[in-house]
């Protein structure tokens, strides 16, 4: 029916093979490495907000050319932990009490979804992330180890994102979550009165979720979130002398 027509060879089965194997990890470039360092020390409160980071000096601290750290700062300011003033250099966030009143308005929102839909296709699992990090959060505040509680209680409402099933909400989350997370160490880090009422407020979600009362869950996140926030704007009122 095709006279000039080539038979047609066997279909290699390479493709099937190549589905079985393993990728490999490639090596972080130095551009990420930078970004991961200065990112860290952005949410672990180890640069204070609006702290200057002039390329020669923070080149020189890292031990890096112009070229890697300036990729690193443009990735760090897509996630809003780093702004860039033309003419002036690179800074540390340095958000306003605008800026918390409505991060944790979009906060809030999309928790409160989240831990819904978590309720709904994926309790067990969150429920058993939720313990692990709430844990981990009680030995860091028994080892007074700020860092670390504010890491884990980061890692805490986490899990509501990572178990909700909806990429959309995971996603407008991640937009904000380094600052929140920054936000949170600065608050946390020197301050042990702090983690004892953020303590007791997860360990009330915690309770909350296990049992699968909705408006309880919903009641405590709203008061964590907004009294979060509330403390935060203290923390930047007193660093700014605003009363």
Same mark, same amino acid.
């Given at each position: 029916?095709? @006279?000039?027509?080539r038979?047609?060879?066997?279909? $290699? ?10 990728a490999?990890e490639?090596?972080? $470039?130095? /551009? ?8 860290? /020390? ?15 000096e ?9 070229t @890697?750290?300036? %990729? ?33 308005? #979009? ?18 699992g969150? %429920? ?22 504010? $890491?884990?209680?980061?890692? #805490? ?23 929140? /997370? ?9 301050? $042990? ?14 309770? %909350? ?12 996140? =709203?008061?964590?979130?907004? =009294?979060a %926030? ?14």
């Amino acid at each position: 029916m095709y @006279p000039d027509r080539r038979p047609t060879k066997p279909r $290699s089965k390479t493709g099937e093979r190549a589905l079985g194997l393993k990728a490999l990890e490639h090596p972080r $470039s130095l /551009a990420e490495m930078v970004e991961h360092r200065l990112r860290d /020390a952005i949410v672990n409160a180890e640069l204070a907000f609006g702290h200057a980071l002039p390329e020669d000096e923070t080149g020189l601290a890292l031990g890096v050319s112009r070229t @890697p750290l300036r %990729a690193a700062l443009g990735r760090l300011a897509a996630l809003g932990l780093v702004t860039i003033v033309p003419n002036r250099g690179a800074f540390v966030f340095d958000p306003s009490l605008e800026d918390v009143k409505q991060l944790a308005g #979009f906060r809030l929102m999309l928790e409160t979804e989240a831990v819904m839909l978590c309720l709904d296709g994926a309790a067990v699992g969150t %429920a058993a992330e939720l313990r692990v990090a709430l844990a981990r959060m009680e030995q860091a505040h028994r080892d007074q180890d700020g860092t670390a509680y504010a $890491s884990s209680d980061t890692d #805490f409402h986490a899990a509501f994102f990572r178990n909700c099933g909806n990429l959309f909400v995971a996603n407008a989350f991640a937009t904000i979550s380094w600052q929140v /997370a920054a936000l949170r160490a600065h608050l946390s880090v020197e301050r $042990s009165w702090e983690r004892d009422t953020s303590y007791l407020e997860h360990r009330e979600i915690v309770e %909350a979720f296990a049992r699968q009362d909705r408006d309880k869950l919903r009641m405590i996140l =709203r008061d964590h979130i907004l =009294r979060a %926030a509330k403390a935060y704007a203290n923390v930047i009122a007193q660093g700014t002398g605003s009363v």
